[in-house]
């Protein structure tokens, strides 16, 4: 079946101790994404990946890295979480060319304490 | 940049009702795409339909139905015959044609509750 997978689904932290998000999807898509949605706020875009090894920061990336070692996989990296950053998250991925056409995954919960 | 308003927080409906959602988009842009997205319960994010800006044509999926004013600035959602099963969180959302990141811009959502 064709999906983006994110784990975990749920996550409790506390400020400062580094997380990671993983995101894997098996479309063999060229381009993945990240977005966090907050109340009243809709969805906004974390950053992007056009392919492996290409990156770029989307609205709001401060306090956020990302890695595209492999085509698959897009890891969502908070290397010291603080309370703001408190909200679900979403990865999404599509063909290159084919943005309008995205595959989003099943989201991450994050509260961070 | 491309702002995106939904102007109803909450809506609800009685099952097998119409009910419409509102969205109004800012842009300089002749070429873009809208969206209606559903997020149930569940959290995943279900695209229920897709407006190309340069189609005059309304798009339609089933009970679901769009009135895609370019000049307005203005794409409505209509739900028909609603169902249970449409209770949701439904989020408007545009993206320009070619964008850097090729960005989803969403609205705030509106929270649509269908009442037996």
């Known amino acids: 079946e064709a999906q983006v997978t994110q784990n975990p689904r749920y996550l409790i932290t506390v400020t400062g101790k580094k997380l990671t998000v993983t995101c894997s999807q098996n479309?063999?898509?060229?381009?993945m994404s990240w977005y966090r949605q907050d109340p009243g706020l809709g969805l906004r875009q974390i950053y992007y990946?056009?392919?492996?090894?290409?990156?770029d920061k989307g609205d709001v990336p401060e306090g956020y890295k990302v890695s595209r070692k492999e085509k698959r996989n897009f890891p969502l990296i908070l290397e010291s979480p603080s309370p703001n950053q408190t909200s679900l998250y979403f990865c999404?991925?599509?063909?290159?060319?084919?943005?309008?056409?995205?595959?989003f995954g099943s989201g991450t919960q994050l509260s961070v304490l | 940049a491309q702002t995106v308003t939904q102007s109803q927080p909450e809506m609800s409906v009685q099952e097998a009702e119409t009910v419409t959602l509102s969205c109004t988009y800012d842009?300089?842009?002749?070429?873009?795409?809208l969206f209606w997205y559903k997020q149930p319960p569940s959290r995943q994010m279900i695209l229920v339909i897709r407006?190309?800006?340069?189609?005059?044509q309304n798009a339609t999926e089933n009970r679901f139905s769009v009135n895609f004013q370019k000049a307005a600035k203005s794409f409505s959602l209509k739900i028909s015959d609603s169902q249970l099963g449409d209770t949701a969180m439904y989020f408007c959302?545009?993206?320009?044609?070619?964008?850097?990141?090729?960005?989803?811009?969403f609205g705030g959502g509106t929270r649509v509750l269908v009442k037996p």
């Open positions: 479309m063999n898509h060229e381009y």
């Open positions: 990946s056009m392919n492996v090894e290409v990156t």
């Open positions: 959302a545009f993206m320009k044609h070619g964008a850097a990141g090729n960005k989803l811009t």
């Open positions: 999404a991925s599509s063909f290159r060319g084919d943005y309008e056409k995205l595959f």
């Open positions: 407006q190309e800006a340069y189609k005059q």
């Open positions: 842009t300089s842009e002749s070429n873009y795409y």
